[in-house]
Structure formats: C-alpha cells, structure tokens
C-alpha cells in the first residue's frame, strides 16, 4: 500500500514529489532538485573555469590533457618517467577529444535557461533543473549527430555512424540525449497551457518561434554549409589502410582532429587520431555549435503569455 501511496504521489504531481523527496543521508541532504540554485551556480562556476583553460591553454586544448598526465603522476612519483615526459604526455593529446568550448557553450547555456525559468516563469527545483538539461541535451545531440553524418558521409569514414561496438556506445549516448530533450521539450509544450478541467483557457508561456529564431536558424544552417563546402585551406594528408588502400582527407567538412579506421574489415568500430592544426577550421567547428546553442536557447527561453478569459 506505501509503494501504491508513493507511485500516486509521483503520478500526480512528479516534480512536486521529486522536490519534497527525502535524501538524507548522514545529516547531508543529497536532494539536488532542491538546490537548484547551487547547481546554476555549479554549471556556471564550471563554464568560466573552463573559459579561463580554454584561454590559458590553447585555442585547440582539451581537459583530457590533464587526464592522462595524471594517469602518469604514480609512475612519476615513483621516478618510471620524468616531468619532461609528463610535458611530452600533455602535448600529445592537445587538439584531441572534447574540447574546453564544448563545456564552456553548453554550460553557459544551462546556466542561461535555469536563471530564465526562475525569474521569469517561477519554475524552481526538479522541473528548472530538467527543462534546463532536456533542452541541452537537444543542442548536443543535434550538433553530435549532425557532425557525425558529415564526417562518415565528407571524409568517407563509414564507421562513424554503422551501429558497431564501440561506436556503439556513443550512438546510445546520442539517441538518449535526444530522447531527453524531444521529450522535455513536449512537456514543455503541454505544460504551457492553462487548463479549466478539460478546457483550455490560456496559456503559461510560448516558446520563442519569431523572426530571430528564423535569423538564427538561417544563420545556423549558412554555418553548417560553409563548413561542408569548405572554401579556405585545408591541409592534404594521406593514410595508408591495412587493407593496402590509401585514405586521404577531403575539402568538404574538413577537420582539426581526423578519426580513421586503418582497418576497416576487422568489424571494430574505432579509429586512430591524426591531428592538423588549423585555428581557422577549429574555430569554425565552435561556430557552428554555437549558432545552433543560441538558436535552441533563444526559442527555449520562453515568454509569458496572458490568460485568455
């Protein structure tokens, strides 16, 4: 009956019992829908440190630099390698894996949304904290599999988008950031109306569907097409295959950091790094994410809309 009691609880109202949910655990309350704000706070304390790295650092820089110095640090406290080595270690993975921008734009645009859904339409705890994330979410998975379609389909890397281990894994990933954010964002929807027991008589807000979000939208896709149809420099490279064939980067939807499968019949969905620096190229990568942030932070930045009596 108390399982029976608590499921109604959650049916009926589910961020109103996610709020009042009691997890306490050694005197530390681990509620972190009731401190929303301290998750704001979080978000945008780690957008700036990573804007502050992302300066320091390099144009091209990465947190998984760090990462794999400090995989070395037991082996250099114990003396197997020197600090010279831990540089050597810090430079060879610049350029590679997810960048400082990534955590900087879509930390920034968490931050955003929940501030927008306080102080404008009241929306605290559970549902700030989900409506905020379900539309992040959609901005990654949009920009993910965006860039995934365009390197298999520009620099003839099949692999990236076949459903194979471990590739595998990041299509899952993918699909439920999706998921999270279709969905948060069809709450969203149904949440706006105001309800008179089967009658719509109002609304709570609309979502941002102006000439901006056109603006944006166009500027979003322009960015997207220059980037397919690359007019600038772009270095030439070849790579031999283990199956004797030669692969060579193209012009269209160029890259600082090309993932190529060197043996693309063994079945194992997983390439070898080979990075170019171009800042140029880079710096275009980061535009379009971030046209494509503002376009879904603007639309989902809702306004208030006036009951209609």
């Known amino acids: 009956m108390i399982v029976l009691s608590r499921f109604s609880e959650y049916y009926n109202d589910p961020f109103g019992f996610m709020d009042n949910l009691n997890l306490t655990f050694k005197g530390n309350n681990l509620n972190i829908f009731q401190k929303y704000k301290r998750v ?25 630099q760090f990462v794999h110095v400090m995989y070395e640090l037991p082996r250099f406290i114990m003396g197997h390698v020197s600090f010279d080595d831990l540089v050597v270690t810090y430079n060879t993975f610049y350029g590679k894996e997810m960048h400082y921008s990534a955590f900087v734009i879509y930390g920034l645009m968490f931050w955003f949304l929940s501030r927008h859904f306080e102080k404008h339409l009241g929306i605290k705890g559970s549902k700030n904290i989900a409506y905020a994330c379900s539309l992040t979410f959609l901005s990654i998975a949009i920009f993910e599999f965006y860039w995934m379609g365009s390197f298999a389909y520009f620099q003839n890397q099949p692999w990236v988008i076949t459903p194979k281990w471990p590739q595998l894994r990041i299509h899952m ?12 964002v069809l709450y969203m929807y149904a949440d706006s109306f105001i309800m008179k027991g089967k009658e719509i008589i109002g609304r709570n807000y609309h979502f941002n569907l102006n000439r901006k979000a056109c603006v944006l939208v166009g500027l979003s896709v322009a960015t997207a097409l220059i980037w397919w149809y690359y007019p600038w420099h772009v270095e030439k490279f070849s790579v031999q295959l283990e199956t004797g064939e030669v692969w060579s980067n193209g012009q269209q939807f160029p890259q600082t950091l090309y993932t190529i499968d060197l043996n693309p019949t063994d079945g194992v969905n997983a390439g070898v790094w080979f990075w170019k620096e171009n800042n140029l190229i880079h710096g275009w990568n980061t535009l379009v994410k971030i046209f494509w942030t503002l376009t879904i932070l603007y639309v989902g930045m809702v306004k208030r809309a006036e009951i209609q009596k």
């Open 40 to 64: 704001r706070v979080t978000a945008f304390g780690l957008a700036i440190t990573c804007l502050a790295a992302w300066i320091v650092f390099g144009f091209d820089s990465t947190p998984l």
């Open 173 to 184: 990933q993918n699909i439920a950031f999706l998921s999270v954010g279709v969905l948060g």
